[in-house]
């Protein structure tokens, strides 16, 4: 579903409740819920949509309870690939399989259904790119986008960029410049058939991992995959890895059995494309006292270790979308200040666990101790599908006590 949108120039309304700078799971989501309420909003991305996102296409449980409590999730659902479980593949290739039920869709087309919602629930959306942005605090926030001479104005402004975090600079938000990971994907076509998630914590990965998810069926035989690596950045090594990571995926394609046995049917390949990550829930501040909120990927939203984001990139926009209505209705920008302390509240305590995780499956002896143990103990692997779909905490595995308990019960 194409979003109707029209290119901002110097005709677009000047005065706005909302603006939301980026039209990616969380800009969309945040416009959607603001509009509903019945707020003027405008949603401006650089990029006319359809269009698409480097991403694994995966909507795992979180993604898709979200999608379920916004009204989204049937919609969504009919253009996605379901696919039941996944398997776990350790650097010494212990296969553990984990339930864990998942939605794939390409963002090309996930992207523009979000925000041919947002346009529904009455929000505009612009195609321009915004290169710059003031907070005023009590007086608005103004906008400037390329193609328009005077700034936009609006009462609250909310940045949802993703990985791309200028405005946040400009904006004295952002903490970290740094991104926390980087990853590639290429969309393969195959006869091969592999019904399952395969994530293969692969050595030469290491600190990462590499996947194969299903997102279709061709209908003539062949299916389509989405393949691809990814790997943390340590401070100073921001390009190396990008090269690194082509050589890894291949060497994945050739080594790896299934992905070995896609290639060998492969009809079909894209080019292979790459992005930034950036996770934690760190890297930059959510609010700085005064009427620009930032939501999703760049205040660090994803996940580590799995570098999963769409559905906490929409959280974070639930969050702040409730604080910018209150603030909207009542004329005060005091119930901003909620925001951070409910992202604190509510999210902060799942991404210790990741980060934790990430760590540890950095090392290959560790990695492989965890899935040997959740090979021979049911609880250990109860737990772990429990983290997946957030019924636990992550330090129940992924801590000392965790380990622990892991290893002695
Ligand atoms: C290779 C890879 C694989 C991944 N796989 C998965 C996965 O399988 N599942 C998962 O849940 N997550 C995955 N992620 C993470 C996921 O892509 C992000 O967490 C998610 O896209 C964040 O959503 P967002 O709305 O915050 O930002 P984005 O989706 O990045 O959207 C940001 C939007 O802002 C726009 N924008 C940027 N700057 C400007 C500007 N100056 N003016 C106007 N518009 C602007 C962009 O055009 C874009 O549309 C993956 C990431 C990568 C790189």
Request: proline share 5%; glycine share 10%.
């Amino acid at each position: 579903m194409t979003p109707a949108q029209s290119v901002v120039t110097e005709q677009t309304d000047a005065h706005w409740d909302a603006i939301i700078a980026g039209a990616g799971p969380a800009g969309a989501l945040a416009a959607r819920r603001l509009a509903a309420a019945g707020h003027r909003v405008l949603l401006v991305d650089r990029r006319r949509f359809p269009r698409d996102k480097t991403c694994g296409d995966a909507l795992i449980p979180d993604a898709q309870a979200c999608l379920a409590r916004n009204d989204l999730l049937e919609r969504v659902r009919a253009l996605a690939w379901p696919v039941a479980g996944g398997e776990v593949h350790s650097p010494g290739r212990l296969r553990l399989e984990i339930d864990c039920p998942t939605l794939t869709v390409p963002r090309r087309l996930l992207d523009a259904t979000l925000a041919a919602a947002a346009v529904e629930a009455g929000a505009c959306f612009g195609v321009g790119a915004v290169e710059d942005v003031t907070d005023h605090g009590d007086e608005g926030v103004s906008f400037r986008v390329a193609g328009r001479e005077a700034p936009l104005r609006a009462r609250v402004g909310i940045l949802a960029t993703g990985a791309h975090v200028g405005l946040l600079e400009r904006a004295g938000l952002l903490e970290r410049q740094r991104a926390s990971a980087v990853a590639i994907r290429c969309y393969l076509r195959s006869r091969h058939r592999i019904d399952q998630m395969v994530v293969s914590f692969d050595r030469s990965i290491l600190p990462g991992y590499a996947w194969i998810f299903p997102v279709g069926d061709d209908g003539d035989g062949t299916w389509r995959y989405n393949v691809g690596c990814g790997v943390v950045l340590r401070a100073g090594d921001e390009t190396g890895p990008q090269h690194a990571l082509r050589a890894m995926l291949e060497r994945f394609l050739r080594e790896f059995p299934a992905a070995r046995a896609l290639v060998d049917g492969q009809v079909g390949r894209e080019p292979t494309r790459g992005a930034l990550l950036r996770t934690g829930l760190n890297g930059a501040r959510p609010w700085a006292g005064g009427a620009l909120l930032a939501v999703g990927e760049a205040i660090g939203a994803t996940f580590p270790l799995t570098g999963e984001g769409i559905g906490k990139a929409m959280e974070t926009a639930e969050l702040a979308s409730d604080a910018v209505a209150l603030a909207l209705s009542t004329r005060t920008l005091a119930p901003l200040a909620e925001y951070p302390r409910t992202l604190v509240r509510a999210l902060q305590p799942r991404y210790l666990g990741y980060a934790v995780a990430e760590r540890w499956v950095g090392r290959a002896w560790l990695a492989d101790l965890v899935v040997r143990r959740a090979l021979r103990r049911p609880h250990v692997r109860a737990t772990l599908n429990d983290i997946l779909h957030e019924r636990a905490d992550p330090q129940r595995v992924f801590s000392l006590r965790g380990l622990t308990r892991a290893l002695v019960t």
